[in-house]
């Protein structure tokens, strides 16, 4: 349980309730969401059994996984360095907003105390100070767990959050679709127009699956390095990506009618081009509008606890994003774990203060290291573990916690989803994303 916990804790995060809305609202609703989940289930999955087993199997991190499976060649090695530059460069990006999800806590409170010009003040993301305060603050959280050992403390925040997290989007969901305009919200997320699936629709939705489950960057290898020879791998990988799907989905539920709603009161909900308005800040504007039309002391439940909940929810996810680097250099270069973690910690802030005076890099960082990076690396992972490794000795693997694996329908499917369909589904939305083909 312990295990799942902290896995979902990792995989759900700001990517489902950031992310997701905003990337479903750019791209046109349903299909969006079609493809999204098609992802998560058809390359996710695997790719998420494979990582996990891989860090049971060498109890490393992503590179001393990949050295040790890979009899210390180098190019092996790599793939896990390219894990863990994309993951610094992900946390890096995500510190800002994670900043973001704390100073609108205090937005909620300013705005319920009729103090509108301090809410509006705090809540400004485009504020290069503001964002580098709390982006530091972020940091230091994520930084003071990573060393006071994780489990404890994760597993402890995640028992409780997840659920509160679950009722709280449900209510504000039966909320929503009540109002007037959200009707044509739910139609637009829910049925599909396979029209608006073009390359790059599934570029982005392949990159956003891979995001959403922590995959492709060794964080679920990193996990796997502490699960125990009991669990039952393929059954804990499909509660995380079933937990991690559904809080997406609700949470598109959430956003999609409320920006209808929005619409149906006269706010402006699309751009020139007739596509929805979706930038990074999208969930920061519609949802802070939604809490403030419920006014008063109910406004400020809903919305300070909302923001409050997205706040832990990115911090499992920092946590597991820093892990990995700090366990890297544990193991490999035999730093101490405390000045591993301030010293990647802090390295890594300091990209996020470039990022907090130039929010509109995370556009960019998104792109090179969500959309490419992650999937990139899901697509070696694969490919080395199908055909180096082999999926016999991660079934292997497997068979401790899960006696009958050699026998079950698993594993007659697995294998080749991760040598076959998941690479060649990777590589072909790589290149036609890239417009390479
Ligand atoms: N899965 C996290 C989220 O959805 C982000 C993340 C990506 C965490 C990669 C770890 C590794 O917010």
Redesign the pocket.
Known sequence: MGFILAAAG???????IW?FPTQVASNGGAAFLFIYLLCAFAIGFPVMVAEITMGRKTGRNPVGAFKVLGNNKLVYSAIGMWGLIC?VM?LAF?TVIAGWTVSYVFEEVFFYLGMTDWASWISNTGNGPINAVFATVFMGATISIILGGVSDGIERATKFMMPLLLIILVVMIGYVVLQPGAGVGLEVYLFPDFSKVTPDLVLSAMGQAF????LG?G?LITYGSYLSKKENIPEAAAYVTLMDAFIAFLAGLLVIPTMYMAQAQGVPIFDDSGNLLASAALIFQVLPELFHEMGGLLGLIFGGTFFFLLSIA?LT?TI??LEVPVSYAIDEHGLKRKSAATYIGGGVLAISLIISFDTSLIDHFVFIFNEIGLPLGGFLICLFLGYYWKTDNALAEMQEGYPTVMTSFFARVWPVFVKVIAPLAILYNLLSGLGII
């Open positions: 990792s995989a759900v995060g700001l990517g489902n992310g993951g992900i995500y995001f959403s489950l922590s960057m964080a990115a996810s597991s994003l």
